[in-house]
């Protein structure tokens, strides 16, 4: 079986924001699964708007992965007023009712990015990065980088992530942690304490 980097379906939105909520395990933060769906949406269609890259991994004609990019210079891909609108809606929800969830790792993300570019000056963002936890094919994720570096070589990117990620992914393939901060959210679920990192790489 091989791995084919793609453009991505539309049909296949709904298993993106699955391996999210899976993958970057938002099940740890809230415990309502309706919830869960509207936040794993919120995410998707949050990145989805703001991409100029867009890479779909597939194996055997089944989708496996995807790697949404932003950078500097470059068009939009996907421009979603259904999207836009409840990435709005959400987003004033969250801030107003989970102000030590969303609005704390909101702020910390802007703190971290304000001082990683005072030594910094990157090129794009990796907004987000997924692969299915049930495939079984490995390297999804190592194509997904690939196919950006093949597009973009020699430009210095960043991303953020945090300990309840596979972070140690980003570090194995040469990414450097450029800033780390401990935080304590308050979610549904209680107090969750994190490590918000942000990374960096030039292709």
């Given amino acids: 079986m ?3 980097i793609r453009n991505l379906r ?12 899976t993958g970057m395990h938002f099940d740890w933060y809230l415990n309502n699964k309706f919830l869960l769906n509207a936040y794993g949406r919120y995410f998707w269609y949050l990145e989805l708007n703001r991409a100029t890259q867009i890479f779909a991994a597939y194996v055997n004609g089944k989708f496996a992965g995807v790697l949404l990019a932003e950078i500097k210079g ?13 990435v ?3 987003g004033m929800i969250q801030r107003k009712l ?38 079984k ?17 020699g430009k210095t990117f960043y991303l953020y ?20 901060k401990k935080i304590v959210l308050e979610m549904p679920k209680g107090k969750v304490p994190l490590r918000c990192f942000l990374y960096s790489k030039k292709l």
Wanted: hydrophobic content about 30%; aromatic content about 12%; some cysteine.
């Fill in 2 to 4: 091989r791995i084919e």
């Fill in 10 to 21: 539309k049909k296949d939105y709904k298993k993106a924001i699955q391996f999210a909520i």
């Fill in 74 to 86: 470059e068009k939009r891909k996907q421009q979603s007023v259904p999207g836009k609108i409840y």
């Fill in 88 to 90: 709005g809606l959400v």
């Fill in 98 to 135: 989970f102000k030590g969830g969303a609005g704390l790792y909101e702020k910390t993300t802007k703190e971290q990015l304000a001082h990683y570019l005072k030594s910094y000056t990157p090129d794009g963002e990796i907004l987000f990065l997924v692969a299915d936890p049930d495939c």
């Fill in 137 to 153: 094919i490995k390297g999804i994720g190592t194509a997904l980088l690939h196919a950006l570096e093949a597009k973009e070589k």
């Fill in 161 to 180: 992530t945090d300990d309840v990620c596979t972070y140690q992914f980003y570090e194995h393939r040469g990414f450097e942690r450029a800033e780390e």
